[in-house]
């Protein structure tokens, strides 16, 4: 959440590039147990028996997915739309969003126009949607190989945001903190063809696991805390957010069901370029 408490005033764009560390803790707990060399090497086996190690190493990817611990680069447009509006895109790690924030406190004009400072405060709504895929992951590649597993998720967002200017209309920067909430909506499917259950009646032919299609939905609160410095069109930020993540319980192969909770800790920074609209040239009639 880089964004600050003053909205793009009117025509105005914004556009910037950040790099996003996420680091959680609920993938470092499963992966202990989960131990993915362990995934790795049952990844060229043709047949795999069900056990409590492919319970764990499944449960580890789940939670993988759902808070991927690694970086991201992140590309984002914001334009103004004026009465204290502006409407944004976000790209980020195969993940893409639109957001609208509404400013409520302070001045919206742009620093050329105005000499005002202060404080500002806006409250915005972001949807974003993701199919999780894992070219981008190689190391899980082996993984999704051994439960076939598709996810896709979509998420709606709260946040709220307070920003103190460093100069008129955040002219030199911006010191910015706020909380968010935010609903998400997870459809996955796990279809192995490699993993087997095992039959108590050894004369029968071992049979593939069931596949499993499930939803889960769940809720995630944090704060965040920026830091934007620069001069009227280039900006550099940095940024720290945190979030409790209830990830609720999650169906495994095998019909047992794991609840995966964690805290992620996002450090991030990047570059920001503003653009103002082009001033209409003022012609006079001469007498």
């Not at 009117?10 to 590039?17: F, S």
């Not at 950040?18 to 959680?24: D, G, L, R």
């Not at 806006?122 to 199919?131: E, F, T």
Request: proline share 3%; net charge positive.
């Amino acid at each position: 959440m880089l964004n600050s408490g003053k909205v793009v005033p009117k025509n105005q764009v914004r556009i910037g590039k950040n790099y996003t560390f996420n680091i959680s803790s609920a993938p470092i707990a499963q992966s202990v147990r989960g131990s993915y060399n362990l995934g790795n090497s049952l990844s060229t086996k043709d047949t795999i028996y069900y056990d409590q190690q492919i319970e764990h190493i499944n449960a580890a990817l789940l939670s993988y997915c759902l808070d991927p611990i690694g970086y991201n680069d992140e590309l984002y447009f914001r334009y103004g739309l004026g009465k204290r509006m502006d409407l944004g895109f976000k790209s980020s790690g195969g993940a893409y969003a639109f957001d609208m924030m509404y400013q409520f406190l302070g001045s919206n004009s742009n620093f050329i126009d105005s000499d005002k400072g202060g404080y500002y405060g806006s409250v915005g709504l972001q949807y974003s949607w993701q199919n999780f895929r894992f070219l981008n992951y190689p190391m899980f590649d082996k993984l999704e190989r051994i439960f076939g597993l598709e996810m896709s998720r979509k998420d709606i967002t709260l946040p709220v945001i307070f920003s103190k200017s460093f100069g008129p209309e955040e002219r030199t920067g911006c010191f910015s903190f706020g909380v968010v909430y935010s609903q998400s909506f997870i459809k996955y499917k796990i279809t192995s063809k490699t993993v087997y259950a095992v039959s108590d009646a050894t004369h029968l032919s071992p049979e593939l696991v069931a596949p499993i299609n499930a939803k889960v939905n769940y809720g995630s609160y944090g704060t965040f805390l920026n830091v934007k410095i620069g001069r009227r069109y280039v900006f550099f930020n940095f940024s720290l957010a945190a979030y409790y993540q209830d990830y609720g319980k999650y169906l495994l192969l095998g019909g047992n069901t794991r609840t995966l909770k964690g805290i992620s800790i996002i450090p991030s920074y990047g570059v920001q370029f503003n653009i103002l609209p082009k001033k209409k040239k003022v012609t006079g009639t001469q007498v």
